[in-house]
C-alpha cells in the first residue's frame, strides 16, 4: 500500500455491522488483489453511513465524488475493482454516495461525518468542520453555552426527554469540590444502535461534545460508560481519547485555555438495567446496578456524591452543531417540543434498515413503509416497536402517529431512543408480552418489588393465558399487575414494562388466549 | 479466519498474579468492576479466591464483592469452553427470525443457553443486543461479530465452534 496520490482510495467501513457481514475479509481480499495487480490502493476505514441493508458498502475516490457499491461480498473484489480503476459501470455500484436518495433525504446534523471521515484521525474531524463548536465554546462563559443549549430545545436522547440546558445549569449552579461529566453509553435497547455507530464512526463528536458540557458546568473529569456488548465501540472511543489528548483537545489547559478536561473509558458487564441513569451511576461506582431513589437529583448528587451530568451519546453529540452553528439553527427543525433532528434507527424485519436521520415530525408510517420499504421478508407489516423493549407496540392503524415526544406519550408509547423493530404477520404478540416481563424479570436490580415480582408474575399470568385457563380473569390480573409495575416502580425498567404488554393486548386482542385460537386469528 | 479472534488463551489462575492485577489497578476510582473484568480477562473467570483479596484491597467486605460479581451476567465462576458463542434473544433479531436459530444452535450443539458442551468445547450463552438489529440476526464467537444470520451461516458458526 502507497499513500501517494496516484493510489486508488477505497473506503471499507470499520463500524461493527459491516465488520458481521464482511468488511474486515474485503480488507484483505482488496489488499490481495491489488498487489496481484501491482495497483497502488489506500484504503481507509470510515464508520458507516448507515444504510445498513447495503453493508458492506465500500466507496472509491473519483473526480465526481466517493462512489459507491454494495452489499459487496468476496468474491465481487475483482470485479468491483475493476470498475474502480475504470470508473465504470457495475452491477453493484450505487452512484455517488451522497446523492443516494436513502442518505439525500435525511437531515445529517449529528450524523454528518459518521461514514465520511477516518473515526482515528484528529486531523480529518477538524478537516470536516470538528472542534469549531468547542472553539465558540472557549470565547463564551459557563451561562453563554447554557444558554445556547437551553435556546436549541435539545432533549435527552436517551428516552426520557428532559431539556439538557436546564440539567447543565443546574450543575453549573450547584457547587462542589469536583463535578463530573458522565456519558451513558449503554445503548441496551434492541433495535437501537446510533450510540454504537457514532461512537465506532465519529468518536470525536462525543469527546468535543463532553468536552463543552465540562467547560459549561467546571467539571474536569468524565466518563463514558460503554456496554461490554461494544467492544468496537470501546476501542474507538479509546483510540478517538488518546488521538484527542495527544492534539491538546483533551488535558491540561485545553488549546491554550484555562480549562482542564479529562476523559476515560469504562465498560460494563452486561446488566440492562445499568442504563438507568443511577444505576450506572453505581456501576461507575464499582458496585451492584441497584437502581438510587430520587432525589437527591444527579445534578446534585451524581457521581461519587458529586454534581453530575449525566447525558446520553447522542445529547452530547449534538452539542457541537449547536455551538458551532447557533441554537436558532437546531430549533429551526422539529415539531412542537421535539426540536432538531432525531437519528431513528430502522431494524428487525425492514427491508431497508439502518439509520436515519430527521427532524421530528415525520410520521411513523413514512418511516416504515416509505423509508424501510416495508419488510425483508415481504410479508405485510403487523406491528412495530417504538422506543425498545420498553415501548409499546404500534399497529398499522397508528401509523399516522408523528415522531415527537408528546405525540407518541399521547398514544400510550414512547420514542425512548429512537429505534423501530419491525414485525411481519407471523408474529405473536402475546409471546412478545410474555418476552417483555421475562426480560424485566432477568434484568430487574431487585431492589423494587413491583419490577422483581410484578415481571414474575407477568410471565406466569401471561402462561396461563396462552394455555387457555380463565383467560378473562387471567387478563384483568395482567392489567392489575401492569398498573402496578407502571406507578409503583422505582424506575423506568419495572414502570416502562408495561408499554409494551398493555399496547400488545389493547392492539392485539385476539392474541391472547389459548394456542388454537391465536392461530386461527392469524389465518 | 482472522488472526484477531484466536480462540480463548488463559493463564492458569495463580494468587500473585491476582495481586498484581489488583495492585496495576489501584489508582482506579470506584474499580471494582475494572478489577473483576481484567481477572476475567486474564483467567477466563473469576476464581473464588479473588474476591476476598479484592475485597481487602478496596476495603470492602467479602459479601460487598461478592455482591458485585454476582450482580453482572458478563462474570463467570467457572473457566468457559474452549469457545464462546452469543447469540442474541432481544427483539430485533426475534423479529428477523433469529428464535428458530437459536432452537438450531441448542440442538446442534446438544445444550441449552448458559451450558458448555460435554467437551469442554462451547459455551453457549444468550446475549441480548449486539447493536446489528438491522443486519439481524446476529450472533458473536470469541469477540467476532456475524450478521444476517441463515441456517447455513448459523451452522457454519457452530461448526467452527466445535473445532
Known amino acids: 500500500m502507497t499513500s501517494s496520490d496516484k493510489a486508488l482510495k477505497i473506503y471499507i467501513p470499520r463500524d461493527a455491522a459491516a465488520v458481521s457481514v464482511g468488511a474486515d475479509e474485503l480488507v484483505s481480499a482488496f489488499e490481495a488483489e491489488a498487489q496481484k495487480r501491482k495497483l497502488a490502493i489506500e484504503i481507509i476505514r470510515p464508520g458507516s453511513r448507515g444504510l445498513l441493508w447495503l453493508e458492506p458498502m465500500i466507496e472509491v475516490a473519483t473526480p465526481e465524488g466517493r462512489v459507491a457499491f454494495g452489499p459487496v461480498e468476496e468474491k465481487d473484489v475483482a470485479s468491483v475493482l475493476d470498475a474502480m480503476v475504470a470508473n465504470g459501470s457495475h452491477a453493484l455500484r450505487l452512484g455517488v454516495a451522497e446523492e443516494i436518495p436513502w442518505l439525500k433525504k435525511q437531515t445529517r446534523l449529528t450524523f454528518v461525518r459518521c461514514g465520511v471521515v477516518d473515526p482515528r484521525s484528529v486531523e480529518d474531524y477538524i478537516a470536516h468542520d470538528g472542534y469549531r463548536g468547542l472553539a465558540r465554546a472557549l470565547t463564551l462563559d459557563s451561562a453563554g453555552i447554557i444558554a445556547d443549549v437551553t435556546t436549541s430545545g435539545l432533549r435527552g436522547r436517551g428516552g426520557a426527554g428532559f431539556p439538557t440546558g436546564i440539567k447543565w445549569k443546574t450543575v453549573a449552579d450547584t457547587k462542589a469540590d469536583r463535578k463530573f461529566i458522565v456519558c451513558n453509553a449503554d445503548e441496551g435497547d434492541s433495535g437501537t444502535f446510533a450510540d454504537r455507530m457514532i461512537m465506532e464512526g465519529d468518536p470525536f463528536v462525543v469527546i468535543e461534545g463532553m468536552t463543552i ?143 436515519f436521520e430527521v427532524a421530528f415530525g415525520i410520521t411513523l408510517g413514512e418511516l416504515i413503509d416509505d423509508i424501510g420499504g416495508g419488510t425483508f421478508t415481504g410479508k405485510p407489516v403487523r406491528a412495530v416497536q417504538v422506543g425498545g423493549p420498553l415501548g409499546a407496540y404500534f399497529p398499522r392503524e397508528l401509523f399516522d402517529t408523528p415522531f415527537d415526544y408528546e405525540a407518541f406519550a399521547k398514544r400510550d408509547g414512547l420514542i425512548g431512543h429512537g429505534g423501530i423493530v419491525v414485525f411481519d404477520d407471523t408474529v405473536d404478540m402475546s409471546k412478545q408480552a410474555r418476552f417483555a416481563m421475562e426480560f424485566c424479570a432477568i434484568e430487574s436490580c431487585g431492589k423494587c418489588t413491583p419490577c422483581r415480582i410484578g415481571s414474575t408474575r407477568g410471565v406466569e399470568t401471561i402462561d396461563k393465558i396462552r394455555r387457555g385457563e380463565r383467560v378473562a380473569e387471567n387478563i384483568a390480573v395482567l392489567q392489575d399487575l401492569s398498573n402496578t409495575m407502571k406507578f409503583g416502580s422505582l424506575c423506568a425498567l419495572g414502570g416502562f414494562t408495561p408499554y409494551p404488554v398493555m399496547s400488545a393486548l389493547k392492539h392485539f386482542p385476539g392474541d391472547f388466549g389459548p394456542a388454537p385460537s391465536r392461530l386461527q386469528a392469524a389465518e | ?107 446442534k450443539l446438544g445444550v441449552k443457553f448458559g451450558n458448555t458442551t460435554a467437551d469442554q468445547r462451547v459455551t453457549l450463552e444468550p446475549i441480548y443486543c449486539l447493536g446489528l438489529c438491522a443486519t439481524a440476526p446476529s450472533a458473536m464467537l470469541d469477540g467476532r461479530l456475524v450478521g444476517r444470520l441463515d441456517e447455513k451461516r448459523i451452522d457454519a458458526l457452530v461448526a467452527e465452534a466445535q473445532r
Open chain 1, 213 to 355: 458540557a465540562g467547560i459549561a458546568v467546571g467539571a474536569t473529569k468524565g466518563y463514558i460508560y460503554i456496554r461490554s456488548e461494544y467492544p468496537h465501540a470501546v476501542e474507538a472511543m479509546n483510540e478517538g481519547i488518546a488521538a484527542a489528548k495527544r492534539a491538546g483537545y483533551l488535558g491540561d489547559k485545553i488549546r491554550g485555555s484555562a480549562h482542564t478536561f479529562d476523559l476515560e473509558v469504562r465498560v460494563g458487564a452486561g446488566a440492562y438495567v445499568c442504563g438507568e441513569e443511577t444505576s450506572l451511576l453505581e456501576s461507575l461506582e464499582g458496585r451492584r446496578g441497584i437502581v438510587r431513589a430520587k432525589p437527591p437529583l444527579p445534578a446534585h448528587k451524581g457521581l461519587f456524591g458529586k454534581p453530575t451530568v449525566i447525558n446520553n451519546v447522542l445529547s452530547f453529540a449534538a452539542i457541537p452543531f449547536i455551538l458551532d452553528n447557533g441554537a436558532k439553527a437546531y430549533a429551526d427543525y422539529g415539531m412542537g417540543r421535539s426540536r432538531g433532528t432525531m437519528p431513528i434507527q430502522l431494524a428487525g424485519n425492514v427491508k431497508f434498515g439502518g439509520l
Open chain 2, 1 to 107: 479466519m482472522n488472526a484477531a479472534y484466536e480462540p480463548n488463551a488463559y493463564e492458569p489462575w495463580s494468587a500473585d498474579r491476582g495481586t498484581e492485577i489488583i495492585e496495576s489497578l489501584s489508582h482506579v476510582e470506584g474499580g471494582v468492576i475494572v478489577i473483576l473484568h481484567a481477572m476475567q480477562e486474564a483467567f477466563g473467570y473469576v476464581p473464588e479466591a479473588a474476591i476476598p483479596m479484592i475485597a481487602l484491597a478496596r476495603n470492602l467486605s467479602r459479601a460487598e464483592v461478592h455482591g458485585v460479581f454476582t450482580f453482572y451476567h458478563d462474570f463467570r465462576h467457572e473457566p468457559a469452553g474452549k469457545h464462546v458463542l452469543k447469540i442474541c434473544r432481544a427483539e430485533a433479531c426475534q423479529a428477523a427470525g433469529g428464535d428458530a436459530l437459536a432452537a438450531r444452535a441448542e440442538a
